[in-house]
């Protein structure tokens, strides 16, 4: 599986590192919402197909990626930076 | 009289083999039951066995989307060990094996149930402690665990390197003896050929499309093969779980589906007598019959349905292999394969009622299901015929993680891709 890191180019999948699903929102850090919690944690969308995930390019220039991923063909369809992405928190 | 004996197999001997009864019909759906069991694999087939066998309910269907056995419990690596650490699992796992134990005779089919053992390599003092520790935990639990030096390993399994000069050197290692393995064909075979002979109707090559809903509740289910309802509807589909149940309407589960690889080597003469595990990375083995290294290690660690893994973790898993052995490096690799596996957010299964009305469900395996077999049958059997789970799966409750009570055996937390 290759994944064309914006920075890096095209790189091996063995450059980077999985962190999950990136469709998942972190409640509020002050959120006292249990079930909100609960579901940020654990609960996953789990796809087959068009996948929303979070990948760290570790073995390269150490960004986080946003990518979009076919979990049935493996095939990537869309690598951005993280931090680009609008539901990203931004600091106070 | 049995229909597996000596003295069948001689008669059929010598008459040609032309009278054996087909292990299982090849059955047409029909309307109605009061039970269906969706997912031919290991789970669904046993779950069957013990619905008739033990609750006396057999108008039973199980609706399997491809051919009987094409999932993984003809894709795994077949060891069985009860060797956890935390109490839910001892008792769980402990009656498996009970129900290892009397497999063939139970169902009048060889399972080759092989009590070879299972060890755990260590190569650390820390890993050796935490060995110490489970291992003092199963015998606490009235489970066989031992502690052996690098001698009587050394013994046992002549072809490791265990010089102090290996990558990873061998320190000890904590072995459970009443561990092994067990033919994965065989054991689906076995239980579908048992639940038939029961009146179970065992439905290949017909995939669950849709549900059918009275309000909240599941009353049936559309399929390939046309609709059937049913009072109950139980799901064991192992790592498509995440696909099914969102055909409910329940979009998402503590579940993530993540592909595992195995491999088979070319026939070796006899090398290795047990189940070994490394302990500084993903790597065990065992020896088939037939002299094949059976071994794995590893998720590929991400998200997949595809039944196929990369070659990342091919590379890996061989190197870790050679760390070991290093006198495998000219045997070749005959056969990789990939499977579905079903993570769970604590490594541990979900057998329970619900999650909607009419429904039951079963899923959570990890990479350790196959072991599990037995037992998962039997507890869900139980948990769909009197509508609430046995002593030994109460804890496997599908909203423990929203409650906070997990049975996380690793102690890795919410990360799937490193149980
Ligand atoms: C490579 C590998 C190695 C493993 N090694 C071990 C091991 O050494 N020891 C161990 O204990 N465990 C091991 N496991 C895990 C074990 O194989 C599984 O946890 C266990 O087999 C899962 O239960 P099952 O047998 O019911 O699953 P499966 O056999 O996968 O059964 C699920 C069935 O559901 C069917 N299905 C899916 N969707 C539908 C639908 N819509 N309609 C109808 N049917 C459907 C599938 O076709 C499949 O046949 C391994 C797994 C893999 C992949
Ligand atoms: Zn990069």
Redesign the interface.
């Known amino acids: 599986?290759i994944i064309k890191c914006p920075w890096c180019g095209p790189r091996?999948?063995?450059e980077f590192v999985?962190q999950?699903?990136g469709g998942r929102t972190r409640p509020d850090q002050s959120s006292t919402d249990q079930?909100a919690w609960?579901?940020y944690?654990?609960?996953?969308?789990?796809?087959?197909g068009d996948?929303d995930?979070i990948w760290q390019h570790s073995g390269g220039c150490r960004s986080h990626l946003k990518i979009i991923?076919n979990?049935?063909?493996?095939k990537v369809l869309s690598v951005v930076f993280a931090c680009d992405t609008q539901d990203q928190e931004k600091p106070a | 009289m049995r229909e597996y004996s000596a003295y069948t197999l001689l008669k059929n001997a010598l008459t040609g083999n032309r009278d054996w009864k087909q292990a299982w019909r090849k059955a047409e759906p029909r309307p109605h039951y009061d039970v269906i069991v969706i997912g031919g694999g290991g789970h669904g087939l046993s779950t069957a066995y013990y619905l008739a066998k033990e609750h006396g309910i057999t108008n039973v269907a199980v609706l399997e989307k491809g051919y009987l056995g094409s999932g993984n419990v003809g894709r795994n690596t077949t060891a069985v060990r009860s060797n956890y650490l935390l109490p839910e699992n001892h008792r769980f796992y402990e009656h498996s094996m009970d129900l290892w134990e009397n497999l063939s005779h139970d169902l009048n089919y060889n399972v080759m149930f092989s009590q070879r053992g299972c060890l755990n390599l260590a190569h650390t003092p820390g890993q050796l402690d935490e060995y110490i520790r489970r291992g003092n935990a199963l015998r606490h639990s009235g489970i066989d665990s031992e502690l052996m030096t690098v001698k009587q390993i050394k013994r046992l399994v002549p072809a490791l390197d265990v010089s102090g000069s290996a990558r990873f050197p061998i320190i000890g290692g904590v072995m459970q003896w009443s561990a092994g393995t067990a033919r994965h064909d065989a054991v689906a075979w076995g239980y579908a050929r048992g639940a038939d002979r029961r009146g179970v109707d065992i439905v290949e090559n017909c995939e669950v499309t849709g549900f059918l809903r009275d309000g909240d509740r599941v009353t049936g289910v559309t399929t390939t093969r046309g609709e059937i309802r049913a009072g109950k509807i139980a799901v064991a589909v192992a790592g498509?779980?995440?696909?099914v149940m969102k055909l409910a309407g329940i979009?998402?589960?503590?579940?993530?589906?993540q592909v595992l690889q195995a491999f088979v080597s070319e026939s070796l003469k006899p090398i290795l007598n047990t189940v070994l595990t490394f302990g500084m990375g993903h790597f065990y083995a065992s020896q088939s019959d037939k002299g094949g290294l059976v071994y794995g290690g590893a998720l590929d660690?991400?998200?997949?349905?595809?039944q196929r893994g990369?070659l990342?973790l091919v590379e890996e898993v061989h190197s870790e292999m050679l760390a070991l052995f290093p006198s495998l490096a000219s045997v070749r690799m005959l056969r990789s394969w990939g499977g579905l596996c079903d993570m769970s957010?604590d490594g541990s299964p979900i057998i329970t009622t619900g999650p909607l009305p009419g429904m039951y469900l079963n899923c959570g395996w990890n990479y350790g299901g196959f072991k599990a077999t037995p037992a998962s049958g039997w507890c869900f059997a139980w948990t769909i015929a009197r509508d609430e789970p046995h002593a030994l799966n109460a804890p496997f409750t599908l909203d423990r993680?929203?409650r906070g009570i997990l049975i996380d055996d690793k102690g890795m937390g919410?990360?799937p891709?490193l149980h």
Request: charged share 15%; hydrophobic share 25%.
């Open positions: 599986m091996d999948s063995s999985y999950g699903e079930s609960n579901a944690v654990y609960d996953r969308v789990n796809t087959a996948h995930e991923r979990t049935v063909t493996h | 498509s779980t995440g696909s979009e998402t589960l503590p579940i993530e589906s660690g991400y998200n997949s349905y595809a990369s990342p957010m993680f929203h919410a990360t891709n």
